[in-house]
């Protein structure tokens, strides 16, 4: 894939290593509007720690930017949370491909 240097931006995240083209227009769209709930993990760091939290995301779980970002998203995870999902999220991670999945997660 192709990869770019990303310049930083006065707002939002600012990634620390290089990212595809494709990861970047993404993360550029996402990051025009306040209300989207999203986060970044890094596969590479120590239990996939969330390195980015969204506004929105803060505002729709109830949790600070500092509770969230440096920890799993498995803190989110409840009783109704379906491991199947889990399981297709962790395959991938092993796996190095994408998945999407729709996971139930709690607010605070």
């Not at 803060?58 to 949370?81: D, H, M, P, S, W």
Request: proline residues 4%.
């Amino acid at each position: 894939s192709t990869e770019e240097n990303v310049r930083p931006k006065e707002r939002g995240f600012v990634p620390e290593k290089k990212v595809s083209l494709k990861d970047q227009l993404v993360i550029d769209m996402l990051s025009t509007h306040d209300d989207l709930c999203w986060v970044i993990t890094d596969p590479d760091l120590k239990d996939n720690q969330i390195v980015y939290a969204s506004s929105g995301f803060c505002r729709q779980t109830g949790y600070r930017k500092e509770e969230i970002e440096g920890v799993n998203c498995r803190f989110l995870q409840g009783a109704e949370t379906d491991p199947r999902d889990i399981e297709k999220i962790r395959s991938a991670i092993r796996e190095q491909r994408e998945q999407s999945v729709c996971v139930l997660n709690y607010r605070k």
